[in-house]
Nanobody
Framework: QVQLVESGGGLVQAGGSLRPSCAASGLLFSTYAMGWFRQAPGKEREFVASISWAGGTSNYAESVKGRFTISRDNAKNTVYLQMNSLKPEDTAVYYC?????????????????WGQGTQVTVSS
């Protein structure tokens, strides 16, 4: 049974930082590209960042480029999202997901497994 469990969300002031993580089990983690998505209240879920199976390639939504960094540790079956210079508009539930492909992608349909999400709230 595949499980993706996010943690590390929370409440932070604008300009602050958070580093959510996602621990995976039940799959051969090192063969899956991983991604982070987010969903704000009243909005559709949107792509944030993704990283290739080996961690050598990543891509980001324009809205987070230069502020967020995705990384992974295949020895720990864990993917991270370092979020700096947070803005109130970053407030959302953040989900990690595992893609059936090895290359990073922003296409939600490519992601086969999803976590339950972790809340990130940025106050102004």
């Amino acid at each position: 049974q595949v499980q993706l469990v996010e943690s590390g969300g929370g409440l932070v002031q604008a300009g602050g930082s958070l580093r959510p993580s996602c621990a995976a089990s039940g799959l051969l983690f090192s063969t899956y590209a991983m991604g982070w998505f987010r969903q704000a209240p009243g909005k559709e879920r949107e792509f944030v960042a993704s990283i290739s199976w080996a961690g050598g390639t990543s891509n980001y939504a324009e809205s987070v480029k230069g502020r967020f960094t995705i990384s992974r540790d295949n020895a720990k079956n864990t993917v991270y999202l370092q979020m700096n210079s947070l803005k109130p508009e970053d407030t959302a539930v953040y989900y990690c997901a595992a893609s059936k492909y090895g290359a990073p992608t922003d296409t939600q349909e490519a992601f086969r497994y999803w976590g339950q999400g972790t809340q990130v709230t940025v106050s102004s």
